[in-house]
Structures are given as C-alpha cells and as structure tokens.
C-alpha cells in the first residue's frame, strides 16, 4: 500500500490551486492538506500543518519561489520541495537546484507525471520533467569536461541515483550490497565535492550520465 503523502500547494492563481487540487485528492495516497498563494503565508501554514512535500511556484506575489524555497530549506532542512512552474529556464532550474529544491517539473506535464514526480521525491529522489532535462542538457554541453573522475561502477551508482533510485533499488540492479552503495554515494559526492542529491542529478545530467 503507498505511503500517505501530505502535500502543501503553493500558487497565486486560485483556479490553479482548484484544478491541481482537484485532480491530485482523486489519488488515495495523496492529501493536499493545504493551499498558500504567496511565500509568507506558505511559511507559516508549514510552521503550523504536518507537511510532506511542498508543491511551489516561482512566480509569486512578494517572495518568488526560490527566495521561499531558500527560507524553507534554512528552517526546514529535510521538508522536500517540488517546484512546479511555466518558467523553462537553465536560471530558474539551477537556481532551485542549488538552493534545494528536490524536483523542477513544468506546469504543462500530465497529471500522471506530475503524480509520479511527487512520489519520487517523497520518496527521496529527484524528478526533473524531461523538457527541463533536455535545457540543462543543452545548456551545459559546451562545458562538459571530458575527463570524468569517477569510477565506471560510481558513473552507474550515479546515474540511478540521477533517475531517483534508492540505494536498496541501486543495490538490487547492481548485485551488490546497501551499505557498497552508501559508500559509492559518499565517494561521489566527495570527489565531486557536492553534497545534495540536486546537484548530483545536475552533474549526472550536464556529463550524459543519465542516459547510461
């Protein structure tokens, strides 16, 4: 059975907010348990509502997205935030990437992707819709370095993290233990010199390591 999944959404267009809400209460496994149009009353429905997964614009009255996303995490370290936004801009995705954002996904995406992106990070992995991938992608191929520090078995262990694999999942497709993964994960992160899961999907990304 999935795990329940409380969810605060952030948005400035109330029609926004009905027709998401809406369609995300029909899953039995996800409760909108409350609504905020602006950066400052969302910090306070999290400072007084049990939250799972923070569903957040960038365009916003007051605060915009990043700014809220950046308070969030500073108080909130481990709440994940998923941002859901029109803007497919590489400045808008590494700026929510960097500040901690656990996904950016485009408002244009099916109702079933935008299900399985809040499940994923929930879950502890990283979504980006494939629109926002593909500008990241594109974006950094100019500057990727060819020469890749990391091991063939760490590229893999980084590109299923990368795709939002959890380590007993990494583990399973790889033959090899939990606790070989955890070690792989914190080789990477320290040849790399990168401590969030964001910025290793960005890395993964950015060198075509996703695609493995």
């Known amino acids: 059975m999935s795990q329940h999944i409380r969810i605060l959404l952030v948005d ?62 500073s108080w909130y370290p481990d709440l994940v935030v998923l941002i859901l936004t029109m803007h497919d801009s590489r400045e808008y995705l590494l700026s929510a990437l960097r500040s901690g954002a656990s996904g950016y996904v485009l408002k244009d995406v099916s109702v079933d992707e935008l299900i399985n992106a809040i499940e994923v990070v929930f879950h502890g992995g990283t979504y980006l819709s494939r629109t926002v991938s593909q500008t990241l992608l594109d974006s950094e191929q100019g500057a990727t370095t060819p020469n890749i520090p990391l091991t063939p078995r760490e590229q893999m262990v980084l590109a299923l993290l990368a795709k939002g694999e959890g380590s007993k999942h990494i583990a399973k497709k790889l033959h090899i233990s939990v606790r070989t993964v955890e070690t792989h994960r914190q080789k990477i992160k320290r040849k790399l010199g990168i401590n969030s899961t964001a910025e290793l999907t960005r890395y993964a990304i950015a060198h075509n390591l996703e695609a493995m």
Do not use: C, F, Y
């Open 12 to 73: 400035d267009h109330v029609l926004v907010q009905e027709g998401i809400r809406a369609r995300l209460s029909q899953q039995a496994n996800l409760d909108v348990v409350a609504v905020a149009s602006d950066g400052e009353s969302a910090l306070r429905k999290i400072e007084n509502t049990p939250i799972d997964v923070v569903l957040m614009d960038i365009s916003m009255p007051g605060m915009n997205g990043i700014q809220v996303l950046q308070r969030i995490k």
